[in-house]
T-cell receptor, first 113, second 111 residues
């Protein structure tokens, strides 16, 4: 069975500090990977997607970057956090694009103070 | 850019009621449309999807798609308190990896 793990579960960070969030998918080779962000009470927005190792496409510009260093790992980061980065970050995977179901992880709650 | 709008914003129904949720989208070239369920503090979980005009039934769920009017609806029969959650409509853009979500409808089923 496939499992998706996100770390950390929650973070409280200061404005201007760096950030790194991680996501690992086990039990599925070469999945499509996605990062999403949801402000409190806001709409779920797709930030990045990756079809293959080393390739990441940006969907929404939020002064964040993403990398896929391994087939089963997706990293979201920034050098300098803004207050507006607070929210719920979700990683997801799918077997392909288009009509394929996306499976979401448990999420990371980020609070920027 | 595809726009997805959902209505109503929130809904409170008694247990056993039929629930109807609406979603409109802007791009007629959109491919599959998905409905996800999200409980507070959790990741969304896919419930049902539709690609072709018409309807699709799975258990207590029925989804209707009308591409001409750019409208899709989700109907939940015999609603249960465990159905209380936020329901998200998501539209896939032209077979790409992009998935655009609506703002969601918060459903509360009272026992």
């Amino acid at each position: 069975a496939q499992t998706i793990h996100q770390w950390p579960v929650a973070e409280i960070k200061a404005v201007g500090s760096p950030l790194s969030l991680g996501c690992t998918i086990k039990g599925k080779s070469s999945p499509n990977l996605y990062w999403y962000w949801q402000a409190t009470g806001g709409t779920l927005q797709q930030l990045f997607y990756s079809i293959t190792v080393g390739q990441v496409e940006s969907v929404v510009q939020l002064n964040l970057s993403a990398s896929r260093p391994k087939d089963d790992q997706f990293i979201l980061s920034t050098e300098k956090l803004l207050l507006s980065h607070s929210g719920f970050y979700l990683c997801a995977w799918s077997l392909g694009t288009g009509g394929h179901e996306q499976y979401f992880g448990p999420g990371t709650r980020l609070t920027v103070l | 850019q595809e726009k997805v709008q959902q209505s109503p914003e929130s809904l409170i129904v008694p247990e056993g009621a039929m629930v109807s949720l609406n979603c409109s989208f802007s791009d007629s070239a959109s491919q599959s449309i998905w409905w996800y369920q999200q409980h507070p503090g959790k990741g969304p979980k896919a419930l049902i999807s539709i690609f072709s005009n018409g309807n699709k039934k799975e258990g207590r769920l029925t989804v209707y798609l009308n591409r001409a009017s750019l409208h899709v609806s989700l109907h939940i029969k015999d609603s249960q308190p465990s159905d209380s959650a936020v329901y998200l409509c998501a539209v896939n853009q032209g077979g790409s990896a992009k998935l655009i979500f609506g703002e969601g409808t918060k459903l509360t089923v009272s026992s």
